[in-house]
Nanobody, 127 residues
Framework: QLQLIESGGGSVQAGGSLRLSCAASGSSISGRCMAWFRQVPGNEREGVATVNTWNGWTYYSDSVKGRFTISREDVKNMVYLQMNTLRSDDTAMYYC????????????????????WGQGTQVTVSS
């Protein structure tokens, strides 16, 4: 059974950068769609970025496009989220998630698609 553990969150000033890591264990991330979501208390969990590990296709929400980059290292069973030019509205709990997906699946940030979740790592951006 795949398990996910996030790390790398913290406090940063607006304009700064953070790199989140997601360590997978118990199974391989290969052949899955891996994603990052975020949630602010009282709000819905929002998809941020996703990658189809079959083909490397990525997809980003409009709010982070051009600032965030999702990547992975299949050999290390790791997924990353590089976050640059952070803004106060990026403040949230960030979650790593995994979904079963096919070779030709277009990347999707539909939350019901993802069945495996980590515990989250907090990111706080101060202005």
């Amino acid at each position: 059974q795949l398990q996910l553990i996030e790390s790398g969150g913290g406090s940063v000033q607006a304009g700064g950068s953070l790199r989140l890591s997601c360590a997978a264990s118990g199974s391989s991330i290969s052949g899955r769609c891996m994603a990052w979501f975020r949630q602010v208390p009282g709000n819905e969990r929002e998809g941020v970025a996703t990658v189809n590990t079959w083909n490397g296709w990525t997809y980003y929400s409009d709010s982070v496009k051009g600032r965030f980059t999702i990547s992975r290292e299949d050999v290390k069973n790791m997924v990353y989220l590089q976050m640059n030019t952070l803004r106060s509205d990026d403040t949230a709990m960030y979650y790593c998630a995994a979904a079963t997906c096919g070779r030709n699946n277009s990347p999707s940030l539909s939350r019901p698609m993802y069945g495996i979740w980590g515990q989250g790592t907090q990111v706080t951006v101060s202005s």
